[in-house]
């Protein structure tokens, strides 16, 4: 008996050192930093946010799988962190994480040798771990690129292998893309080479680069190679400048972003609006008066003059484009369940973007606007994207708050009851918050 229980605990603690996943660590940064350091080992981080819905899908369907773990608990100390709590506002800011979600690899004094984002699937996430422990012990450091530029920067071979050092690392190519589209003949400017760089940098692209307008100027023969996409890299180019403008508060940028968009493909033009170009302008400015403007304008005479025939006539050809796609074999890879939500997701996907608009800019205008007139406008607006998505707990919460605000506390007390009914958990916590602000009289659009 006693050597039988022997050998049951002799397997299982061999068992116990085989995860079904990849282990993460659960202490502080610091103490992560100090296990690295201990062992020996780098460091691989997947930084995310609650409301990621890439993140989720990595933490349930790639992290847990025992092909994924193997890799990743033998050669790295493997941590998560959401990148807007605690260690993890500190550790994005540090590493300049922009998206979610992201991968660090660091080495065990925190030194960034490769980053990546986005989703992905098994094969690929297996193969980054192996390319970053490649990178790592790369005798030439960043530092030594950095003044091998100097000399080289004319050199379009030492140019591209620079540009993927610096990809790596998770850091924009922008003046080299340029760069190395001067260094060789226009002729080669829409090359297999080319269409890979703008597949990495699209989201890096602004209009006043070479990148862009070459890509504009050669639509054509880049569509034969990346089909939509090289509208899509338009569109983003155009995003990305009026972002910048914002930040910079450059009126010039803006106009020139302006001129882009003008000159991108119908289709695109359809899915965002000058109007909401400059919404999105004037809002991170902190110019309410001209976001007023042009939110009043986009409302008013655009988004509740749609007709529903019209939304459903559009969300009828998207859902054939999708089922196209399906019946080709293009999304081969998605199960029948994922195929199943993806046709129930796409076939409302003009009533939705309509209906968000109209919900978050009646929000912007109950957080900003004291003016009873103005608040009326934002309550049609509201009551007009409930009409196209009802029983959607924060949109019910919006038409309550404005309710409140307009001092119909009655009515709007009833209706945050409603918007409590289909809230989620979290949603949940905030409208009773708002519900018992409501019933003391208190102010629900200070916090």
């Not at 390319?131 to 140019?159: C, G, H, Q, R």
Request: charged residues 30%.
């Amino acid at each position: 008996m006693k050597k039988q229980l022997i050998i049951i605990s002799a397997l299982l603690f061999s068992l116990s050192g085989f995860s079904q996943g990849i282990e993460f660590e659960h202490g502080t940064w610091k103490e992560v930093l100090q296990k690295a350091q201990q062992s020996n080992k780098p460091i691989f981080i997947d930084v995310y946010t609650s409301w990621c819905g890439p993140c989720k899908k990595m933490s349930k369907d790639i992290f847990p799988l025992t092909e994924v773990g193997k890799v990743y608990n033998a050669n790295f100390i493997c941590y998560q962190i959401d990148a807007e709590k605690g260690d993890g506002i500190e550790i994005a800011k540090k590493y300049e994480v922009k998206a979610y979600p992201t991968y660090l690899f660091l080495k065990n004094d925190g030194t960034l040798f490769s980053k990546l984002v986005g989703s992905m699937e098994v094969e690929k996430f297996i193969a980054i771990s192996k390319t970053a422990l490649t990178d790592m012990n790369d005798p030439k450091s960043i530092a030594m690129w950095e003044k091998e530029y100097v000399e080289k920067k004319n050199d379009p071979a030492f140019l591209l292998d620079y540009m993927n050092k610096r990809s790596k690392l998770g850091k924009s190519n922008n003046q080299l893309f340029d760069e190395y589209l001067k260094s060789i003949p226009e002729e080669r400017r829409t090359s297999d080479t080319i269409v890979e760089l703008y597949k990495k940098e699209e989201r890096y692209l602004n209009v006043n680069s070479l990148a862009y307008t070459n890509l504009q100027k050669n639509q054509d023969k880049f569509v034969s190679k990346i089909y939509g996409l090289v509208y899509v890299y338009l569109a983003d180019g155009v995003m990305n400048s009026l972002h910048e403008a914002a930040k910079l508060k450059d009126s010039l940028l803006l106009a020139t972003t302006i001129q882009a968009y003008d000159l991108l493909s119908p289709y695109m033009k359809s899915l965002k609006s000058k109007n909401e170009l400059y919404m999105e302008y004037y809002k991170q400015v902190g110019d309410s008066e001209k976001y007023l403007k042009y939110a009043t304008d986009f409302c008013n005479n655009q988004l509740m003059k749609i007709s529903k025939d019209s939304i459903d006539k559009k969300d009828l050809i998207f859902a054939k484009m999708i089922e196209k796609q399906i019946n080709s074999g293009a999304l081969a890879k998605l199960d029948s369940t994922q195929l199943a939500q993806l046709k129930e997701q796409t076939s409302h996907t003009e009533r939705d973007r309509i209906s968000l608009n109209l919900n978050n800019i009646a929000w912007d205008i109950f957080e900003k606007v004291s003016n009873k007139n103005v608040l009326k406008d934002a309550l049609r607006w509201s009551g007009r994207s409930l009409e196209l998505s009802p029983n959607k707990a924060p949109w019910l919460d919006t038409y309550a708050n404005l309710l409140y605000k307009l001092g119909q506390k009655k009515e709007a007390i009833a209706k945050e009851e409603v918007a409590l009914h289909y809230a989620n958990t979290e949603e949940h916590k905030w409208f009773e918050k708002t519900l018992a602000k409501m019933k003391s009289g208190e102010n629900t659009w200070e916090n």
